[in-house]
């Protein structure tokens, strides 16, 4: 059974970079591992990810290159570094992990999922 965790969310301004962990008990060596966001009132959706193989990663157009994931397969460690972060990206991120080797958007193709962690960005 894997478990993931996030931390690193916090209030910050227009401008800042911060950067949000993953932990996962349970191996999560062959998942594919993704990011998600939602904000109060929306839907949730795909941020990036990328695949127990390193293939991608796989980032949502919108962001453009402002984020970065990694991961550590050895610490079982997903990270997601956000630069010069907007008014808009603030949102609960969501760490989430699917079997099998490609990405996918869609949050219904994740079968695990931490709990949370906010993100606030004030102007």
């Known amino acids: 059974q894997v478990q993931l965790a996030e931390s690193g969310g916090g209030s910050v301004q227009a401008g800042d970079s911060l950067t949000l962990s993953c932990a996962a008990t349970g191996s999560t060596v062959r998942y594919t591992m993704a990011w998600f966001r939602q904000a109060p009132g929306k839907e949730r959706i795909f941020v990036g990810g990328?695949?127990?193989?390193?293939?991608?990663?796989n980032y949502a157009d919108s962001l453009s290159g402002r984020f970065e994931i990694s991961r550590d397969n050895n610490k079982e460690t997903l990270v997601l570094q956000m630069n010069n972060l907007k008014p808009e990206n603030t949102a609960v991120y969501y760490c989430?992990?699917?079997?099998?080797?490609?990405?996918?958007?869609?949050?219904?193709?994740?079968?695990?999922w931490g709990q949370g962690t906010l993100v606030n960005v004030s102007s």
């Open positions: 990328i695949s127990w193989d390193g293939n991608g990663p």
């Open positions: 989430a992990g699917r079997t099998g080797r490609t990405t996918s958007p869609q949050a219904s193709d994740y079968g695990y």
